[in-house]
């Protein structure tokens, strides 16, 4: 708000001068004066009030500085707790790492002798069919050999009924 300011002595002046009686002019420049300052701050009025909003402003920065603690202490123990909760994870982790690789190494064992269990089935089959083909090439030789001994045993040996078969297939 504007607060008006005006000369008094000049208004009561002005007053006496338009035929209003000196005491009444004064006595009304008096009343404007008061009704206009009555509201007014004064400089000490002033100092006065930023003094006590001074205080009041300490007060709240107190205020404030204590909620900050006290939010700077409940994070702390959030992040504590949050730090609690990281580490078990991590423990947690660790014992499934741990997990993950013994069963892997188990695996991997097994899997290495099924492998040694294969290859040993695969060699001695290998040593069988090797037998057994040595025994098929013998046999085969056999059959070839007596397949050519009796295609050529007629051949080479005569026999000594030979004209005697001839007569009788002859008719007679």
């Not at 920065?61 to 909620?67: E, G």
């Not at 030789?141 to 297939?169: D, E, R």
Request: proline share 3%; charged share 25%; glycine share 8%.
């Amino acid at each position: 708000m504007q607060t008006t300011v005006i000369d008094t002595l000049r208004y009561a002046n002005s007053l006496k001068e338009a035929g209003v009686e000196p005491s009444q002019a004064e006595a009304m420049s008096r009343a404007i004066n008061d009704e206009l300052t009555e509201g007014v701050a004064t400089k000490r009025d002033l100092d006065d009030a930023v003094v006590e909003l001074k205080g009041e402003i300490a007060k709240l920065d107190s205020r404030f500085d204590a909620m900050e603690a006290r939010s700077d202490a409940k994070f702390e123990g959030i992040d504590a707790k949050f730090g609690a909760i990281d580490a078990k994870f991590g423990g947690i982790d660790r014992k499934f790492e741990g997990m993950i690789q013994a069963m892997e190494s188990k695996f991997l064992g097994e899997l290495r002798t099924l492998d040694a269990k294969f290859e040993a089935s695969i060699e001695a089959l290998n040593s069988k069919i090797g037998a057994v083909g040595r025994y098929v090439f013998l046999v085969l030789a056999l059959v070839v050999g007596l397949g050519l001994y009796n295609a050529a045993t007629p051949h080479l040996v005569k026999p000594a009924s030979a004209p005697a078969a001839q007569a009788s297939s002859s008719p007679e």
